[in-house]
């Protein structure tokens, strides 16, 4: 049924209502119905006709306008997507890239314990690297697509990088309900590990990692530990920064976020529900 069609059946229902009306009053009716009660009668049998007919129409129509509004935003929301994914790959994507190659030069040129940081920077600019590279084909990836996020599979890959990159032990003890989380959730999550594990590498010092998810008296909960030599906010900004952006993220999912730390070590916690 088209838009055109029901617009017009709209439109004209009212008028073939009267004219079937009047047709079957004087034809039939007027040796038992009196001019003023059929006129009466008129308005009302109308009303009631055209109620009975217009409003599926009238549902049919808003559906189709809602549908119509949501494809505008939906490929309002993909042209805006298209443009950020083409701004991070003409600007930070190619600027880190080249920023690769001149670290692959200067690899070539020191040696000893100025060799053993310039590999730190180097992998440091490829895990960025790889994160644009993910941020932008999220971004060119149409949202219903994006919804197959496989959140354990997904965190088995990055300890597995971790595990590569240092000489962390890492201890996994995973029970998440995933299928009640939302994509959302998942993308939240997974950035908050991401940064989590970020700072483990770059300031616990720590030889363990510990992580932990289950759900417990009706509350999720991720923990993320280890036993490094503890958060240090003031003498570290970015970490705090870090730490800040954890909690956002948090927040904008309905997850309550803490961080607890010692001389033993650092323990992140993040909760639904309770």
Not at 37 to 55: C, D, M, Y
Not at 82 to 106: A, C, M, P, W
Not at 109 to 118: A, C, F, N, R
Not at 183 to 189: N, R, S
């Amino acid at each position: 049924m088209s838009y055109s069609f029901i617009k017009w059946s709209i439109l004209l229902s009212p008028a073939l209502m009267v004219g079937i009306w009047e047709y079957v009053r004087h034809e039939y009716l007027l040796p038992y119905i009196s001019m003023d009660a059929g006129n009466w009668l008129s308005p009302l049998i109308v009303v009631f006709f055209t109620l009975i007919f217009s409003t599926p129409l009238f549902r049919k129509l808003e559906k189709m306008q809602d549908e119509l509004n949501q494809e505008h935003e939906y490929k309002a929301m993909m042209e805006e997507r298209q443009n950020i994914s083409q701004e991070l790959h003409d600007g930070i994507s190619q600027s880190l890239f080249l920023l690769s190659v001149k670290v692959n030069k200067l690899e070539k040129k020191v040696t000893g314990e100025q060799l053993s940081e310039v590999h730190k920077i180097k992998q440091t600019v490829q895990h960025i690297y790889e994160d644009i590279r993910t941020s932008i084909q999220n971004l060119r990836t149409p949202p219903h697509e994006e919804e197959q996020i496989y959140l354990y599979q997904t965190l088995k890959k990055m300890l597995k990088e971790l595990k590569t990159e240092t000489n962390i032990k890492v201890h996994l003890d995973w029970d998440f309900p995933e299928r009640s989380l939302s994509y959302k959730e998942k993308l939240e999550l997974l950035s908050i590990m991401k940064e989590a594990f970020m700072n483990v590498r770059k300031h616990s010092q720590c030889k363990n990692l510990y992580i932990t998810a289950k759900e417990q008296d009706l509350k999720l909960i991720c923990k993320i530990k280890d036993d490094g030599i503890g958060y240090k906010p003031t003498e570290d900004k970015d970490s705090h920064h870090g730490v800040k952006i954890m909690s956002n993220r948090a927040r904008s999912i309905g997850w309550n976020f803490n961080i607890e730390t010692d001389t033993c070590g650092t323990m992140l916690s993040i909760v639904k529900g309770g």
